[in-house]
């Protein structure tokens, strides 16, 4: 069995400030969680030469990985997280406050609803089938360095969890799951290396 390792990249410049979306580089703290993450991976996949490790496009997960050194990495479009549309780069409150109606509708329907201009988790776990695919088809680990709403879905797949829990799945920073695939089933293990 090999395992695959999901994680979302460290601390962000966006986490610290509460916005969703954006495209910043990491925080202090993100910058020390990639070096922890680094030295986890080295250890864990030590002998595993065929390993390799999966990014979005966005800068924190570039970022996040870059520390990993003697495995290939490949950037993921469908990794990006999930576009919140005219909401990129608002906070929760201000979204609540100036929009109302949109702020009330996902919290109806966290599943379905997708932002204007932006996409819905249905959205997201339609895009990440061709990602599935090829996780699937990798004979070696995968190190998948990613976004809360993305891992979700892909947790959720890999862990046979019913679609309607994906928007709540509990996928903290700095934190690996490891997902082991095996006859007897799926095994999973957190690593949680840091606060
Ligand atoms: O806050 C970090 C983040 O990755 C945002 O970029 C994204 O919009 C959000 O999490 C997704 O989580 P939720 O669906 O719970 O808003």
Redesign the pocket.
Known sequence: PRPILLT?HGQSQ??VRG????DTVISDTGEIYAKKLANFVEKRLKNERAASIWTSTLQRTILTANPIVGFPKIQWRALD??N?GVCDGMS?EEIKKNMPEEYESRKKD?LRYRYPRGES?LDVIQRLEPVIIELERQRAPVVVVS???VL?ALYAYFADRPLKEI?HIEVPLHTIIEIQMGVTGVQEKRYKLMD
Do not use: L, T
Request: aromatic share 12%; net charge positive; charged share 35%.
């Open positions: 979302r966006d986490n916005r969703i979306g954006g997280e999930i919140a929760y966290k988790y976004h809360q709403a979700r928007p």
